[in-house]
């Protein structure tokens, strides 16, 4: 049977264990706050990752004598996205803290790993490990949902999704005391003892979702659908690298969609399919997704203009540029990061006291990152307006990422959630992962600036655009925040929540404290 349900109709853990039944009282306490820092610390160094490994790429690469340096990122971006959908199934039948405990342990393995390679085939099966923890952001609120107080499940959701825009601050202050005092190992070693620590913190901090799915993984599909993202990813990031008409990409390419075909055929037919297409077809979920993706897809890219953007030296007469080094630029990236948190809490309040719906929260956001990419592509040459308009799209990268758990709270119960946000996840990562490739890839073909060579020479050959390459490039991602304030505006305003026994008619799924 359907039912209408506000966040208040959460599982809850039923005791048993002194962390648990702390965790059950209603209201904040100290060891609800415990948990919530372990989860958000663990999102902190998934986030952080990113941009970290991403400032070592030219250490990492001449260390290792190699010229494919974008397998380093596109490892990382290919597995989480791939393995997604499985461990979001994994978490639903086997306990989501156990998967998101493993999920921990596997990356900062691989991160070791990454830190004692001796060649470039071992590092990049580190990478591989270390894209494990992607999926660490669906898996994290999924766990909120199933052990904290209904009271507190909005507010704490929203803080630990959008808490992650505040690693883009100190990243730069890190990278240069890791890899400056260290080497790029030094990166890795920290990032490997960390996510030990925090292992250990959150199996001291967090029970076990007491929520199970009586259902099977259909290993097969898992394989195909992992296939068809990869193929994907795979042709997508190698197109700007050899050529959209290489064989290589045409081959990645033509190899996703035609698994990604059959994976949607067959998954038709199955009751063990990874993701039931009955949650595609769903618009609450499915347009979720499409927003989450685009968010983070704007976010992403406005985060990879602006430091360009303030870097260029002004002296070069491009009408834009603040000539700024690595620290300076990250200055820039403050209001984002702040901002962030500050429409995340935002959110979790008005959620959580009914005032504002999760659908609309997320189309304010999509107005307001697209009101500042917009007026960012025209007026980039102010300091103090630059700082202003990264915190309107920092606000509604907030509002954005803290409402779109609490959406999909709502559209599904607690048996599906870690599946159904794999599928949300997914967009997270496949959308942000294609949206600065194509935008470079524009910017590229025709406005990149033509600078004496002595001046390209002192630059180290690096890529300056035009000033209209980036008013271009904030363009494309304030398009990319409408195509989601679309998605947002066509969700259902009354939600009716799918039925568990519509999706799985395996067997009755079991939960304690149901």
Not at 491 to 501: A, E, G, N, S
Request: glycine share 12%; charged share 10%.
């Amino acid at each position: 049977m359907h039912s209408n349900i506000s966040l208040g109709d959460t599982a809850q853990p039923t005791g048993g264990t002194g962390e648990a039944s702390d965790l059950a009282r209603p209201g904040w306490n100290w060891r609800l706050a415990l948990s919530l820092a372990a989860l958000v610390a663990v999102l902190e160094v998934a986030a952080l990752s990113y941009p970290l490994v991403g400032m070592a790429i030219p250490d990492i690469a001449t260390h290792f004598h190699t010229t494919q340096d974008g397998w380093i990122m596109t490892a990382f971006v290919i597995v989480g996205a791939a393995a997604s959908p499985m461990i979001g199934k994994l978490a639903d039948l086997h306990g989501t803290r156990q998967v998101l405990l493993s999920c921990i342990v596997l990356s900062g393995i691989g991160a070791l790993l990454c830190a004692v390679a001796t060649n470039y085939g071992t590092f990049l099966v580190g990478r591989c490990l270390s894209g494990l923890m992607v999926p660490c952001l669906f898996l994290s609120y999924s766990l909120i949902r199933d052990v904290f107080p209904p009271s507190t499940v909005a507010l704490a959701a929203s803080i630990a999704t959008s808490a992650v825009g505040l690693a883009l601050v100190p990243a730069p202050f890190l990278t240069e005391w890791l890899v400056g005092d260290h080497e790029f190992r030094g990166l890795f070693w920290f990032m490997g003892l960390a996510l030990g620590a925090l292992a250990i913190a959150v199996v001291l901090t967090t029970p076990e979702s007491p929520v199970r799915l009586r259902a099977r993984v259909g290993v097969l599909g898992a394989s195909v659908l992992g296939t068809g993202i990869a193929g994907l990813l795979g042709g997508v990031s190698q197109g700007p690298v050899v050529g959209w008409t290489a064989a290589v990409t045409l081959a990645l390419l033509g190899t996703g969609i035609a698994a990604i075909a059959i994976w949607v055929v067959t998954a038709a037919a199955t009751r063990d399919a990874l993701i039931d297409i009955r949650l595609w077809r769903r618009r609450p979920v499915l347009l979720t997704a499409l927003a989450a993706g685009c968010i983070y897809a704007v976010t992403s890219l406005y985060s990879m203009l602006l430091p360009m953007l303030t870097r260029t030296p002004a002296m070069l007469g491009l009408g834009y540029g603040f000539g700024v080094d690595e620290q300076g630029a990250a200055a820039f990236q403050v209001p984002i990061g702040v901002m962030g948190v500050l429409g995340g809490i935002v959110v979790g309040v008005l959620v959580g006291r009914h005032v504002a719906s999760p659908g609309l929260l997320i189309s304010l956001g999509m107005v307001s990152a697209a009101i500042g990419c917009t007026v960012t592509a025209y007026a980039h040459d102010n300091e103090l307006l630059l700082m202003i308009l990264a915190g309107a799209v920092g606000l509604g990268s907030g509002l954005a990422y803290a409402a779109t758990p609490n959406l999909v709270f709502l559209a599904v119960p607690p048996e599906l959630q870690a599946s159904t946000s794999a599928l949300v996840g997914m967009f997270q990562t496949v959308v942000p992962a294609i949206a600065p490739i194509l935008a470079f890839a524009v910017m590229d073909g025709s406005h990149v600036a033509q600078l004496p060579p002595m001046i390209t020479s002192m630059l180290n050959g690096a890529t300056v655009y035009t000033d209209d390459g980036f008013t271009v490039g904030f363009l494309i991602a304030a398009a990319i925040a409408l195509v989601g304030l679309c998605a947002a505006v066509l969700v259902p305003r009354r939600i009716v929540q799918v039925d568990v026994d519509s999706i799985v008619d395996m067997g009755q799924p079991v939960g304690q404290g149901k």
